[in-house]
């Protein structure tokens, strides 16, 4: 925890708090149960459970662990612990109790808050590991209704300050340097990674508008607040926008409430994309409300980004980003066009605060054109994972991240990627990158989605497996799709086996689940 608290700071959720304060009465939140929450409901309520909080002891050093959901109260929980001083950590839908059992242990969890969306794994949690203090957000079997606890307290109150508006009535003394989140990638397996973040970044970042959100934003929250969605809320209650709440992505629910609210703006990983406009009901959808889509997070297939397009228009920005450096690259509607090697679609040009180099295995930083592993230097960079500075060492050297993505800028300054360094299948003839394949079987008229992944037998040999989601009414087989992609690619990137599916499997982060994949398909 960094000693750099000066008074001059003004924490993330002091400016949420700031312009929700303008117009109490105005709707900010829409709950997937159709409640409405207006600015001044959000705002006191976050004020006071805040005051609750500290009062039981949660300050700047404590780590607040929050197992919610896409519910309004989480966002109050969230506010309210950064307002407080704390760290926060959530913890995801999709991990496994034990791991979630393990990073409640980890990260030295002072307290732990349940929604009511999330009881049933905080009874599996509970089984396996005890914290400190443990309270709902409403009531629930686990422990004290803090948000009933909290109404004793004073919501905004407190003298008029600068420019008529009254000043927080609570908020820690927290630096730019302070934790703010510890983000926990991964999870298939084992403990995973925690990617420290500070106050300082994320609030500067907030002060980047993002450009056709909507004048004012109404922003579609169908993947989880506790990751990207809960950022992009931020920033769109920052530019005086409201944000529509659903509990998980339905192609049938996201396309009926853009229509039913009238959203302006909404963030999408490519596979839920592409389930989007495989849906029924895409083409019967009014659609004119929307300014624009943001998606990144796992591979685009360039195919499938051109469909986008045409169907809704050029509202499509590409980010590219890490956890450990959430924004590197965006690519703008204008620049769908830009295309590299194979017809890929570029992610864009690095953002004006990011330094991207490209370099080889043994530093050089090589010239356009020249594929390397993508480097990173930018004030957003992560300072480094909780607790493992052996895995950080690994990563962050001379203040340049080592992303592990491999890639390369054209002579325009236009940034492409071809893949992991680690998701590289090694076969007889060389390396194959599964993102080129799945691009390339996107294109196919039987393959709606897809996965592509290697597996190693007894001799470590290392063989391809593609997972597809046929088009309906279309059933490839493997002779099929072998010969196409021997076609275009050659026979050394023809998958060995094929498995038909009904949908691809995804990890907590909702991105194609291929250590599941390859657990319960590579034989």
């Given at each position: 925890?960094?000693?750099?608290?000066?008074a001059?700071?003004?924490?993330?959720?002091?400016?949420?708090?700031?312009?929700?304060?303008?117009?109490?009465?105005?709707?900010?939140?829409?709950?997937?149960?159709?409640?409405?929450?207006?600015?001044?409901?959000?705002?006191?309520?976050?004020?006071?459970?805040?005051?609750?909080?500290?009062?039981?002891?949660?300050?700047?050093?404590?780590?607040?662990?929050?197992?919610?959901?896409?519910?309004?109260?989480?966002?109050?929980?969230?506010?309210?612990?950064?307002?407080?001083?704390?760290?926060?950590?959530?913890?995801?839908?999709?991990?496994?109790?034990?791991?979630?059992?393990?990073?409640?242990?980890?990260?030295?969890?002072?307290?732990?808050?349940?929604?009511?969306?999330?009881?049933?794994?905080?009874?599996?949690?509970?089984?396996?590991?005890?914290?400190?203090?443990?309270?709902?957000?409403?009531?629930?079997?686990?422990?004290?209704?803090?948000?009933?606890?909290?109404?004793?307290?004073?919501g905004?109150?407190?003298?008029?300050?600068?420019?008529?508006?009254?000043?927080?009535?609570?908020?820690?003394?927290?630096?730019?340097?302070?934790?703010?989140?510890?983000?926990?990638?991964?999870?298939?397996?084992?403990?995973?990674?925690?990617?420290?973040?500070?106050?300082?970044?994320?609030?500067?970042?907030?002060?980047?508008?993002?450009?056709?959100?909507?004048?004012?934003?109404?922003?579609?929250?169908?993947?989880?607040?506790?990751?990207?969605?809960?950022?992009?809320?931020?920033?769109?209650?920052?530019?005086?926008?409201?944000?529509?709440?659903?509990?998980?992505?339905?192609?049938?629910?996201?396309?009926a409430?853009?229509?039913?609210?009238?959203?302006t703006?909404?963030?999408l990983?490519?596979?839920?994309?592409?389930?989007?406009?495989?849906?029924?009901?895409?083409?019967?959808?009014?659609?004119?409300?929307?300014?624009?889509?943001?998606?990144?997070?796992?591979?685009?297939?360039?195919?499938?980004?051109?469909?986008?397009?045409?169907?809704?228009?050029?509202?499509?920005?590409?980010?590219?980003?890490?956890?450990?450096?959430?924004a590197?690259?965006?690519?703008?509607?204008?620049?769908?066009?830009?295309?590299?090697?194979?017809?890929?679609?570029?992610?864009?040009?690095?953002?004006?605060?990011?330094?991207?180099?490209?370099?080889?295995?043994?530093?050089?930083?090589?010239?356009?054109?020249?594929?390397?592993?993508?480097?990173v230097?930018?004030?957003?960079?992560?300072?480094?994972?909780?607790?493992?500075?052996?895995?950080?060492?690994?990563?962050?050297?001379?203040?340049?991240?080592?992303?592990?993505?491999?890639?390369y800028?054209?002579?325009?300054?236009?940034?492409?990627?071809?893949?992991?360094?680690?998701?590289?299948?090694?076969?007889?003839?060389?390396?194959?990158?599964?993102?080129?394949?799945?691009?390339?079987?996107?294109?196919?008229?039987?393959?709606?989605?897809?996965?592509?992944?290697?597996?190693?037998d007894?001799?470590?040999?290392e063989?391809?497996?593609?997972?597809?989601?046929?088009?309906?009414?279309?059933?490839?087989?493997?002779?099929?799709?072998r010969?196409?992609?021997?076609?275009?690619?050659?026979?050394?990137?023809?998958?060995?086996?094929?498995?038909?599916?009904?949908?691809?499997?995804?990890?907590?982060?909702?991105?194609?689940?291929?250590?599941?994949?390859?657990?319960?398909?590579?034989?």
């Amino acid at each position: 925890m960094s000693e750099d608290h000066s008074a001059a700071f003004v924490s993330y959720p002091t400016a949420i708090l700031d312009v929700l304060s303008r117009t109490p009465d105005r709707p900010v939140l829409t709950a997937a149960d159709g409640r409405r929450v207006t600015a001044g409901e959000l705002s006191d309520s976050t004020y006071r459970t805040a005051r609750e909080l500290a009062e039981r002891g949660v300050g700047r050093g404590a780590t607040v662990a929050l197992l919610t959901g896409n519910t309004p109260e989480s966002l109050v929980a969230r506010y309210a612990a950064h307002l407080a001083g704390a760290r926060v950590v959530h913890l995801y839908e999709g991990m496994a109790p034990a791991v979630l059992a393990r990073i409640v242990r980890s990260v030295d969890t002072t307290m732990l808050l349940v929604d009511s969306t999330r009881h049933a794994a905080a009874k599996e949690l509970l089984s396996l590991v005890e914290p400190p203090a443990v309270l709902g957000l409403g009531p629930g079997p686990f422990g004290e209704d803090i948000l009933a606890a909290s109404s004793r307290h004073e919501g905004h109150v407190g003298r008029v300050g600068h420019e008529g508006h009254e000043p927080p009535a609570f908020a820690a003394a927290v630096g730019p340097g302070d934790d703010l989140s510890i983000a926990f990638t991964g999870g298939t397996t084992g403990i995973p990674k925690g990617i420290r973040t500070t106050h300082g970044p994320y609030r500067q970042g907030l002060d980047h508008p993002l450009p056709d959100a909507g004048e004012p934003p109404r922003y579609l929250a169908c993947t989880p607040l506790a990751r990207l969605s809960g950022p992009l809320t931020d920033k769109t209650l920052c530019q005086g926008g409201s944000a529509v709440l659903r509990l998980a992505f339905d192609p049938g629910d996201v396309l009926a409430t853009i229509e039913r609210e009238r959203i302006t703006h909404m963030w999408l990983l490519p596979p839920l994309l592409h389930r989007l406009l495989d849906h029924p009901a895409l083409a019967d959808t009014d659609l004119s409300s929307l300014t624009r889509i943001t998606y990144g997070g796992s591979p685009a297939s360039a195919t499938r980004l051109r469909q986008a397009v045409d169907v809704f228009g050029p509202v499509l920005y590409g980010w590219y980003g890490q956890t450990e450096v959430p924004a590197i690259a965006e690519a703008r509607p204008h620049e769908h066009t830009v295309t590299g090697r194979e017809g890929r679609i570029t992610t864009g040009r690095p953002l004006p605060w990011v330094e991207v180099a490209i370099r080889d295995s043994g530093g050089r930083t090589l010239p356009s054109g020249e594929e390397g592993e993508i480097q990173v230097r930018s004030p957003g960079v992560m300072p480094g994972y909780w607790k493992r500075p052996d895995l950080t060492a690994e990563v962050l050297r001379d203040g340049w991240l080592r992303t592990g993505d491999i890639g390369y800028l054209d002579d325009d300054g236009y940034l492409f990627v071809v893949g992991r360094l680690k998701d590289v299948i090694i076969v007889v003839g060389g390396h194959v990158h599964p993102t080129e394949i799945e691009e390339l079987l996107l294109s196919h008229p039987a393959v709606a989605r897809c996965a592509v992944f290697g597996t190693q037998d007894a001799d470590a040999g290392e063989h391809v497996h593609a997972a597809v989601v046929p088009r309906d009414g279309h059933t490839p087989d493997l002779e099929g799709i072998r010969a196409f992609v021997t076609a275009h690619k050659g026979p050394m990137y023809a998958p060995e086996a094929l498995h038909l599916l009904p949908d691809i499997p995804l990890t907590s982060a909702g991105k194609p689940d291929k250590e599941l994949l390859r657990r319960t398909l590579g034989g």
